[in-house]
């Protein structure tokens, strides 16, 4: 999806805009919150207003904003979150773009000691129980099935029935 398509979509579930480069630390909360969703992926567009209008970020040195947005994902996410980081031009006007995908292993991300999850376009704060329903809900290890492999796409966890020499044989699969 090219940048203009995210500008028509507007904000929402998985799709930020900040206005500036200054409002760091608000797009990282949201991409935080966005990851913990159920939709697992976010994009921050930085140098976007709240109504879609494209006013470009900050001139200056480009590469070192992106060094800086990298430095505060790596020191503020925890656990690490691996997010992409580009500048697109718009109307001749630079947008930084910052996206990424939360593992399906990790149950949930923090910035900055805090976990944020996205409902629509609003973010909230986490509780501690949310947290703990968060971990029991997208850990296997607490719920065993049925669940669609990462890898391969079979469904495991589940009762198999067979008929085998012996009579009904009955498997929970892994």
């Not at 805090?114 to 609003?122: F, P, T």
């Not at 973010?123 to 997208?138: I, P």
């Amino acid at each position: 999806m090219d940048l203009s398509e995210f500008l028509r979509r507007g904000e929402g579930q998985s799709l930020e805009f900040k206005k500036s480069l200054s409002l760091r630390r608000e797009g990282l909360e949201a991409l935080c919150a966005m990851l913990n969703a159920d939709v697992a992926r976010g994009i921050v567009l930085f140098g976007v207003e709240p109504d879609g209008s494209v006013c470009g970020v900050e001139p200056g040195n480009s590469d070192k904003a992106q060094r800086s947005l990298s430095q505060a994902i790596g020191s503020g996410f925890e656990p690490p979150l691996i997010a992409e980081i580009w500048i697109d031009m718009f109307q001749e006007k630079p947008v930084l773009v910052l996206a990424a995908q939360r593992d399906p292993a990790v149950p949930y991300h923090e910035y900055d000691g805090r976990a944020w999850i996205r409902q629509g376009s609003q973010k909230r704060q986490l509780s501690l129980s949310e947290k703990d329903q968060l971990r029991r809900k997208r850990d296997r290890a607490f719920h065993p099935g049925p669940w669609k492999c990462d890898r391969c796409g079979s469904i495991a966890g589940t009762l198999s029935w067979g008929v085998t020499g012996s009579g009904l044989d009955m498997r929970q699969s892994d």
